[in-house]
């Protein structure tokens, strides 16, 4: 069965620090690959995707993936965080038949 | 461009109590899905319409959770006789295509007591 899983549960960061979240998925097949994220009392939103060609996608708000076939990995990052960045995030796998398939999510808190 | 509409927000109801949630995609997509969202868990898949058939329920409770998605548009989902476990928020999602990710609704928040 496909599965995707998220190491981190809950990571606290300060401003500026490095942000790296892991995601693994496990399907036989090619996929198409997607973070999200949650704000507080907000309902998900996309941040990136990547479907085909270059292994490094850029997102939204300074966000970006890369994807390892080999690993089976699709791991978010970024440079420097700010304080707004506090949110859910979502690793997802979408499969040919467009079965979408969710992580246990990553929990962020950045503090000032 | 209208979002995913979902209603009600917000739904309290006693075990063995019915109740349904409503979805009304974006206009064109025909892949719609439906999640449960426990608190600290990711969306679990319930079920995915393809227009107006299903493609896959796998995961849904077929002895107390029912959908439908008449006419390829909007979609109801049920469940009857609602246990306590089933408190979650319900999210529905709707999509056009296979690059494309899901556009989410704002869910339902469903409290069983």
């Known amino acids: 069965a496909q599965s995707v899983s998220q190491h981190n549960h809950h990571v606290i960061l300060s401003e500026a620090a490095s942000l790296e979240l892991g995601c693994n998925y496990s399907?036989?097949?090619?996929?198409?690959l997607f973070w999200y994220v949650q704000y507080p009392g907000q309902h998900l939103q996309l941040l990136l995707k990547?479907?085909?060609?270059?292994?490094l996608v850029k997102g939204i708000k300074g966000f970006e993936a890369e994807f390892i076939k080999s690993k089976f990995s699709f791991n978010l990052r970024k440079p420097s965080v700010q304080w707004s960045d506090t949110a859910e995030y979502f690793c997802?796998?979408?499969?040919?038949?467009?079965?979408?398939?969710f992580g246990t999510g990553t929990r962020l808190q950045v503090f000032p | 461009e209208a979002g995913v509409a979902q209603s009600p927000r917000y739904k309290i109801i006693e075990k063995r109590q019915s109740v349904a949630f409503w979805c009304n995609p974006i206009?064109?997509?025909?892949?719609l899905y439906w999640y449960q969202q426990i608190l600290g868990q990711g969306p679990k898949l319930l079920i995915q319409?393809?227009?107006?058939?299903?493609?896959?329920d796998s995961q849904l409770p077929k002895d107390r959770f029912s959908a439908e998605r008449l006419k390829g548009v909007d979609s109801t989902l049920k469940i009857q006789p609602a246990k306590l476990e089933d408190s979650a928020v319900y999210l529905c999602?709707?999509?056009?295509?296979?690059?494309?990710?899901?556009?989410f609704g704002q869910g339902t928040r469903l409290t069983v007591v």
């Open positions: 319409f393809q227009n107006n058939g299903v493609v896959d």
């Open positions: 399907y036989g097949g090619t996929v198409n």
């Open positions: 990547y479907f085909s060609g270059d292994p």
């Open positions: 206009s064109g997509h025909a892949t």
């Open positions: 997802a796998v979408k499969t040919p038949t467009d079965k979408l398939i």
């Open positions: 999602a709707s999509s056009f295509g296979q690059i494309v990710g899901a556009f």
